[in-house]
């Protein structure tokens, strides 16, 4: 089992995931668990603890399938926003001719 992962705190503190807290998750759990967070640095970490062999692999490609599910609602976050802001642009200069086009009559 991961205990823990210190943390540089910027005052100069330090912190440890406490191990019981990793205990407790290992308890709520039925074979395992992954925890990602990110340490003051910004840096990724990982606490992982499994039961067996066949959990590890039935939760490591839990964590595949979701990062699969959410690298697609990102890119169609991603191709709305510009989709809308492209849209907008051409609106915008629609108007704009037709107000050209009005001042010529």
Known sequence: MNNGVILNMSKGNSFKIPSSLLKQLDECSFGGFVLF???SDGNPQVHSKFDNSVNAMALQQFVSNWNDAVKIMNNENT????SNSYDDEIIEDDFDSFNEEDDEI
């Not at 191709?79 to 510009?82: A, Y």
């Open 37 to 39: 967070s990110f340490d």
């Open 79 to 82: 191709l709305n926003t510009l």
